[in-house]
């Protein structure tokens, strides 16, 4: 099962990072930005949506395979979806098509996909 914990110490109302864990391992982070004020205007404007303040939008998952045996190709689709899941459930408001993974390993940052797809 998969846990996405509480805002990190040091995060501010504008942006949050919060922790992934896994059967009690962590695997790896989430950053959150938030819309602002002045933001939401602009987004209406150009995207379309509905949007309010306060909500979460261009959420960073990012697992990290360097630091643990757990890498995007190991969680598979499932897992993936499940991951997308619980970040829904933890933050509400947000979109799938807002949530975009990414692989944290040696050679860098690798992109997985967006939520959406999951």
């Given amino acids: 099962m998969i846990q996405i914990s509480d805002p990190r110490e040091g995060s501010s109302g504008l942006r949050s990072t ?8 962590r695997i790896g982070y989430v950053n959150v930005s938030y819309v ?6 602009a987004y209406r404007k150009y995207t379309k949506r ?3 303040v306060g909500q979460p939008y261009g959420v960073q998952v ?3 395979a360097t630091k643990g045996k757990v890498n995007a ?15 829904k459930e933890k933050l509400n408001g947000l979109e799938e098509k807002d ?3 990414l692989e944290l390993n040696s050679q860098g940052k ?3 996909g967006r939520g959406s797809e999951f």
């Fill in 73 to 87: 190709q190991t969680l598979g689709k499932e897992g993936l979806h499940a991951l997308v899941a619980a970040l």
């Fill in 110 to 112: 690798k992109i997985v």
């Fill in 50 to 52: 509905k949007i309010s």
């Fill in 62 to 64: 990012v697992i990290d």
């Fill in 36 to 41: 602002q004020a002045d933001e939401v205007k």
């Fill in 99 to 101: 949530i975009f993974i």
């Fill in 18 to 25: 919060h922790d992934i864990v896994s059967e009690g391992e």
